[in-house]
């Protein structure tokens, strides 16, 4: 398959670092890295494994300098060939750095490589009375290098959040083998954010600083049954519409619950269409279980038929195997599953079922229904033998319509598995031409060789040819006419090559730092009223509209942003980042690039892994990555928590930009056209 | 098996390529699959014709295809998690050997690490909830190796012990004696053990201590209490377990005082050995004879007696024997009558009521120290037995019982895992031994001989306070009634 042989040369260097036997060349070993636990499969020339973080840097180098592209592995049990070797090459095996290194219960951080198990580090916190909140069915194997690489979640992510949520600080080898530290909170572009979920392709994490949390002191689970799956769903959007944040909020439909039953004696009433777990939790126990007691009147209003409190652990246990075992138990049905993973804004989770189900009848197949009901993110389980040429193309087809399906309803194409390869495709109905140029800008900013887990997560040429977009899929932003005169003149502006000073309020930026020559562009004027979807919990508000402005307009409709008391507009609060918690509320914005491009990152649905995390990128871009115009918010409809008094960072620009950060503006803003005065030296 | 077909590695990919507008309407039925290019057919005698899985009989393929790669099990896998190496792990092992019959995977040759390091303890079929058969198919896959269950020692040993059983124990007796006698290089180099097809015997025995020179078939065939003559019913009747009967004579006899003092009269039933050492050293045709030798004898008593239990004292040795009915699916005389035997089955582990056990006395007790439990592979993932031992040991213990973190990951022993494979194998015993540090327990009880010696073994090195113990022996001694037990 390789005409050449490009390893042997390099054994002995590679050997001198990771040591005899760490470098295999063997036939099982190059065969026993060619599959993943998704569909694709593709042989690699070399598998490296390491003993230690430090080894992964050199490595890299000499891998980099031979033009030999490469991947990190850990527990491959990711569903999109995330590690599959596309272009063979070398694959990084680091599941024996499985040390964790630190458990600083003080200041709520853990230390740990790559290789630790996720499940692994949970108990590992438990003495201590913590826990981590991602908690991927897969956590049993899957690591916490994979979980970032996939921004992986878990049941419990509707009230913690996803993976990225939950990283404080990354080591990363980048894919020329420097070693980086990067934490969001760090001034300027968020680097780290952009790593978790990016699947290989933008460096290799060797630590990870965790955040971890108390164990709540009560935590309910009760399970609800259902005799049609639309009730259940009612139930859902009620419980969220009315304020209740669950830890978890899962369902399942009878054919998942019969696969992870396993022949156990079903706890639910015959005619169970579909089961939904609840689990709340907190530091007071009255309200727990007022809230349990509400919940539990939502589900009986909405149609439930059997409800139950888990009355002792080995209950709960029990609920979360089989919520758990769902997916692996599928195994028992046929050899192959293929997983779907859309997202759809929570409201539509009912007609996104329906579509889904007569998908799934149209190609005749079989599938379980297991979801995270609380996040709008659908997996479709199908079964299918691989064998079998027909069916597999029956899957394959039945996969891509459900995502259309997702796409259409206003969602997106992942929630936590992952683009990979096999997702790929997709991306072109999901983005338009502008955002994938932008996320190519970003892996080139980053790995102009191309070596750090080639072909993935961005479609490649064949791709587009392999099925056609759907027809007015990609339903593009309505702009306000001020927002439109934005775009209008940065296209006018990009064409001169004349510099710009972004500014809002002023809040920050002073007069006497803008650069001179550099026409200001007041973003003022984009000062709409937000748009507040009630029901999904969202608001899309324009980046000129004061923070305390757009807090009236949602407590006008009964709502609220959960974020500190701060001044300034929208647009400022996010590319200042002077409050980097900022990004766990930010779900979407609207940027305008250096070129007068307008592109449309992130959405309205709370999770979503297609392409890269760039929502995140521009927190702290202070303007120089791009022109944003509107942002989308999560909201909240109970009462607004209480936030400490928030101290602002005195010299909140004060920042010595990362060789990284220069290299994206460079990809980004070639022209230096805005906001010229932060990288001042890029020229050279 | 005889017709050779063949998917190719791009059959998925070439299904989403050239994907059509027509819908195609046929539901798949999944078809038993033939494909085999694993072995040619002339040697089929040599493997199973088919695998007896938790989901219904499949074929070799259809069982290995079962696996869809979830990775559920890698991390109850102790091979992989030592060397985290995918080739070294239970779903590599599934799939190279998917890929071998598949004929992607060109020589079995390749994959000859991979299944050679496999402990074939089933904590991956535990896991798994397809509950895919990963021992079975790293059997078959060895099976497959050139010259595997071949080699001299092998067949000489399962030879003897097959048609000369006695001619066996002389040797075995031989090798101790010299042993005994100091000589124990002598004996290495007259490579007795390696006949024997023990080539770590030598090792095991100066990990027991002391070595038996009258074996407990001897004993209890002398004993006509066990004589079957002039009964017309027995309550149990006692199988007699290689590791119990040439190694452990202690542990046998327990094994009788415990049945007898809670079960009633019974038998010793005469057996041959389980099969268990052939079909581990590859040769499943002799593992079927020594199968057919146990069930025929067992058809004679029962002729006589109707249903009765058929108990061994060890767990490899009880799960084989219940597992049976696999080396026979395509024997349809054989078939249903190695069922029937094995469905007689039952290890001493799950057969002792724990109801009739007594609180031990004290001073037992404070013999037996801190007890915890050691879960034996064949034990918790062969046989799924992990209660019942549990509520004796409480029982009888009371709170000097303490749980074991990791009960049911591997010691290390499995077979002649350790001896084979005796860098991997002290890894995997060194995390048990961590672990029983950890509850600082003075008795680990096991089921298994195996684990007996190996657990032993490393204790004896790590911590000569400790000491691991058969379920029988632990107990015999504390229901004793000269130890003031023995009433409920
Ligand atoms: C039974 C089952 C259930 C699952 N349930 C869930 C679920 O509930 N939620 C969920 O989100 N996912 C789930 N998954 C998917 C999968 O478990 C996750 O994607 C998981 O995060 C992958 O972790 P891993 O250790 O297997 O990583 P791998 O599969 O080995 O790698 C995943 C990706 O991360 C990259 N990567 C690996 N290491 C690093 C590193 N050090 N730095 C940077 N990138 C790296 C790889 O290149 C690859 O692209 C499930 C999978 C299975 C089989
Ligand atoms: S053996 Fe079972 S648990 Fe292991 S990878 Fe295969 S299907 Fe998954
Ligand atoms: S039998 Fe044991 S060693 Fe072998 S693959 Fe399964 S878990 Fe691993």
């Known amino acids: 398959m390789f005409k050449t042989d490009r390893i042997s040369a390099l054994k002995p260097e590679l050997e001198a670092i990771v040591g005899e036997g760490n470098v295999r060349t063997e036939e099982a070993e190059i065969l026993a890295y060619s599959y993943d636990a998704g569909m694709a499969k593709a042989r690699p020339e070399v598998v490296i494994a390491f003993t230690a973080p430090e080894q992964v840097a050199p490595v890299v180098k000499i891998l980099h300098k031979a033009g030999i592209p490469f991947l990190p592995r850990l527990a491959g049990t990711n569903l999109s060939g995330g590690t599959i070797p596309l272009k063979g090459g070398a694959i990084l095996n680091l599941s024996r750095l499985k040390k964790i290194r630190q458990i600083d219960t003080a200041a709520r951080l853990a230390l740990v490589e790559p290789g630790v198990v996720n499940l692994e580090l949970q108990k590992a916190l438990e003495p201590y009375g913590y826990f981590y909140a991602p908690d991927p069915a897969s956590q049993k194997v899957s690591t916490i290098g994979g979980n970032i690489g996939e921004n992986a979640g878990g049941p419990l992510c509707l009230k913690y959040g996803v993976t990225s949520d939950n990283v404080e600080k990354l080591e990363v080898v980048t894919p020329d083998g420097e070693v980086k530290t990067w934490s969001y909170r760090d001034p300027g572009p968020d680097l780290m954010s952009l790593l978790v979920g990016s699947e290989g392709t933008l460096g290799i994490v060797t630590h990870a600083w965790l955040k971890i949390l108390p164990?709540?002191?009560?935590?309910?689970?009760?399970?609800?049954?259902?005799?049609?799956?639309?009730?259940?769903?009612?139930?859902?959007?009620?419980?969220?519409?009315d304020g209740m944040v669950p830890r978890a909020l899962e369902a399942m439909d009878s054919v998942s619950l019969d696969a992870a039953l396993n022949g156990k004696e079903s706890p639910f009433p015959a005619g169970t269409e579909a089961v939904l777990i609840i689990e709340l939790d907190g530091s007071d126990a009255a309200k727990v279980t007022r809230e349990l007691d509400d919940v539990k009147k939502i589900c009986s209003s909405s149609g439930c038929a059997f409800f139950r409190v888990a009355a002792e652990e080995s209950e709960r246990d029990l609920l979360w195997q089989a919520r758990k075992g769902a997916y692996p138990a599928m195994a028992r049905l046929a050899p192959d599953v293929l997983v779907e993973d859309g997202v759809v804004p929570r409201p539509r989770l009912p007609e996104?079922?329906?579509?889904?189900?007569?998908?799934?009848?149209?190609?005749?197949?079989?599938?379980?229904?297991?979801?995270?009901?609380?996040?709008?993110?659908?997996?479709?389980?199908?079964?299918?033998?691989?064998?079998?040429?027909?069916?597999?193309?029956?899957?394959?087809?039945?996969?891509?319509?459900?995502l259309k399906s997702c796409i259409a309803l206003g969602g997106t194409i992942s929630g936590e598995h992952g683009i990979g390869v096999e997702k790929r495709v997709a991306m072109n109905w999901l983005y338009g031409r502008a955002e994938l140029d932008f996320f190519r800008r970003i892996k080139e900013a980053f790995d102009p060789a191309g070596l750090a887990n080639p072909d993935k997560i961005l479609p490649v040429a064949s791709d587009a040819r392999g099925e056609e977009p759907p027809a007015g899929l990609a339903e593009r932003a309505s702009l306000s006419p001020e927002a439109r005169n934005v775009v209008d003149e940065l296209r006018l502006r990009a064409r001169s090559g004349a510099p710009t000073a972004v500014t809002g309020l002023g809040t920050r930026l002073k007069a006497e730092r803008i650069m001179e020559g550099a026409k200001p562009l007041d973003l003022r004027a984009l000062r709409g009223r937000a748009a507040i979807d009630r029901e999904n919990l969202t608001a899309r508000v324009e980046a000129g509209v004061p923070l305390g402005e757009f807090r009236a307009q949602l407590k006008e409709a009964g709502l609220n942003v959960e974020l500190p008391d701060l001044k300034g507009?929208?647009?400022?609060?996010?590319?200042?980042?002077?409050?980097?918690?900022?990004?766990?509320?930010?779900?979407?914005?609207?940027?305008?690039?250096?070129?007068?491009?307008?592109?449309?990152?992130?959405?309205?649905?709370?999770?979503?892994?297609?392409?890269?995390?760039?929502?995140?990128?521009?927190?702290?871009?202070?303007?120089?990555?791009?022109?944003?115009?509107?942002?989308?918010?999560?909201?909240?409809?109970?009462?607004?928590?209480?936030?400490?008094?928030?101290?602002?960072?005195?010299?909140?620009d004060a920042f010595e930009p990362d060789t990284l950060h220069l290299r994206l503006k460079r990809a980004l803003d070639p022209g230096n056209l805005l906001n010229p005065w932060i990288y001042r030296g890029l020229a050279q | 098996m005889l017709q050779h077909k063949t998917y190719t590695d791009e059959t998925f990919d070439k299904g989403r390529k050239d994907m059509d507008s027509t819908v195609v309407t046929a539901v798949s039925s999944h078809i038993p699959s033939e494909t085999n290019e694993l072995y040619l057919h002339e040697q089929a005698q040599r493997h199973l014709h088919s695998l007896l899985t938790d989901l219904g009989e499949r074929?070799?393929?259809?069982?290995?295809?079962?696996?869809?790669?979830?990775?559920?099990?890698?991390?109850?896998?102790?091979?992989?998690?030592?060397?985290?190496?995918?080739?070294?792990?239970?779903?590599?092992?599934?799939?190279?050997?998917?890929?071998?019959?598949?004929?992607?995977?060109?020589?079995?040759?390749?994959?000859?690490?991979?299944?050679?390091?496999?402990?074939?303890?089933?904590?991956?079929?535990?896991?798994?909830?397809?509950?895919?058969?990963?021992?079975?198919?790293?059997?078959?896959?060895?099976?497959?190796?050139?010259?595997?269950?071949?080699?001299?020692?092998?067949?000489?040993?399962?030879?003897?012990?097959?048609?000369?059983?006695?001619?066996?124990?002389?040797?075995?007796?031989?090798?101790?004696?010299?042993?005994?006698?100091?000589?124990?290089?002598?004996?290495?180099?007259?490579?007795?053990?390696?006949?024997?097809?023990?080539?770590g015997?030598?090792?095991?025995?100066?990990?027991?201590?002391?070595?038996?020179?009258?074996?407990?078939?001897?004993?209890?065939?002398?004993?006509?209490?066990?004589?079957?003559?002039?009964?017309?019913?027995?309550?149990?009747?006692?199988?007699?377990?290689?590791?119990?009967?040439?190694?452990?004579?202690?542990?046998?006899?327990?094994t009788v005082r415990l049945l007898r003092r809670y079960s009633g009269e019974g038998i010793f039933i005469e057996n041959q050995c389980c099969g268990l050492l052939a079909h581990n050293y590859g040769r499943l045709e002799d593992a079927r004879e020594f199968a057919r030798r146990n069930i025929l004898r067992y058809e004679e008593l029962k002729a006589v007696f109707g249903d009765f239990p058929v108990i061994a004292d060890c767990s490899s040795c009880a799960a084989f024997m219940k597992s049976y009915e696999q080396l026979f699916t395509a024997d349809a005389d054989w078939r249903p009558r190695a069922a029937a035997f094995a469905a007689a089955v039952k290890d001493i582990l799950e057969f002792v009521p724990a109801d009739k056990l007594p609180h031990a006395a004290q001073a037992e007790l404070e013999k037996a120290g801190k007890v915890t439990y050691h879960d034996s592979c064949r034990a918790c993932h062969g046989q799924g037995i992990r209660q019942e031992p549990r509520t004796a040991l409480r029982r009888l213990a009371g709170k000097r019982y303490t749980e074991l973190p990791e009960s049911d990951w591997c010691c290390g022993g499995a077979g002649a895992f350790a001896f084979t494979q005796p860098e991997l194998s002290s890894r995997v015993l060194d995390r048990k031994l961590r672990n029983i540090a950890s509850v600082q327990a003075d008795t680990v009880v096991v089921g298994a001989t195996s684990c007996l010696i190996q657990i032993n073994h490393g204790l004896k090195a790590a911590f000569p306070s400790a000491r691991a113990v058969h379920y029988s022996s632990l107990l015999d001694e504390l229901t004793a009634p000269e130890a003031g037990g023995g009433h409920s």
Request: some cysteine.
């Open chain 2, 59 to 199: 074929g070799l393929y259809d069982a290995a295809a079962q696996c869809n790669r979830c990775g559920y099990c890698e991390t109850s896998c102790p091979t992989y998690m030592l060397t985290g190496r995918e080739p070294i792990s239970a779903r590599g092992r599934n799939q190279l050997v998917r890929l071998l019959v598949e004929g992607r995977a060109k020589d079995p040759s390749i994959a000859a690490e991979s299944l050679s390091t496999c402990l074939l303890c089933g904590a991956c079929s535990s896991a798994c909830y397809a509950k895919v058969p990963t021992p079975d198919i790293v059997l078959e896959g060895r099976r497959a190796l050139d010259g595997y269950g071949d080699n001299f020692f092998a067949r000489a040993a399962v030879k003897t012990l097959l048609d000369a059983p006695r001619l066996f124990a002389f040797w075995l007796k031989l090798g101790y004696l010299v042993k005994k006698t100091g000589l124990p290089r002598l004996a290495a180099k007259l490579g007795i053990y390696d006949f024997l097809g023990m080539p």
């Open chain 1, 352 to 402: 996104a079922l329906r579509q889904t189900r007569e998908i799934l009848s149209k190609y005749k197949l079989t599938a379980g229904l297991l979801f995270h009901a609380g996040d709008g993110n659908l997996h479709p389980n199908m079964v299918f033998d691989r064998r079998d040429i027909q069916e597999v193309k029956r899957v394959k087809k039945a996969g891509y319509e459900i």
């Open chain 1, 215 to 241: 164990i709540p002191r009560y935590i309910k689970t009760a399970s609800a049954s259902f005799n049609s799956m639309d009730d259940a769903m009612k139930a859902v959007t009620r419980v969220i519409g």
């Open chain 1, 569 to 652: 507009s929208v647009g400022g609060l996010i590319a200042s980042k002077v409050f980097p918690g900022l990004r766990d509320v930010l779900l979407g914005l609207e940027v305008v690039t250096a070129d007068g491009e307008l592109l449309e990152l992130g959405g309205r649905t709370v999770k979503n892994v297609a392409g890269y995390d760039a929502v995140k990128l521009f927190c702290g871009s202070m303007g120089a990555y791009g022109v944003i115009i509107a942002a989308t918010f999560a909201l909240s409809a109970g009462a607004r928590r209480q936030h400490a008094a928030f101290e602002e960072p005195a010299a909140w």
């Open chain 2, 201 to 254: 015997l030598a090792e095991a025995e100066g990990a027991v201590g002391h070595v038996p020179l009258r074996f407990a078939a001897e004993i209890l065939r002398k004993d006509p209490a066990l004589h079957p003559q002039g009964r017309t019913s027995v309550n149990w009747a006692y199988f007699a377990a290689c590791g119990p009967n040439y190694l452990f004579t202690d542990v046998a006899l327990a």
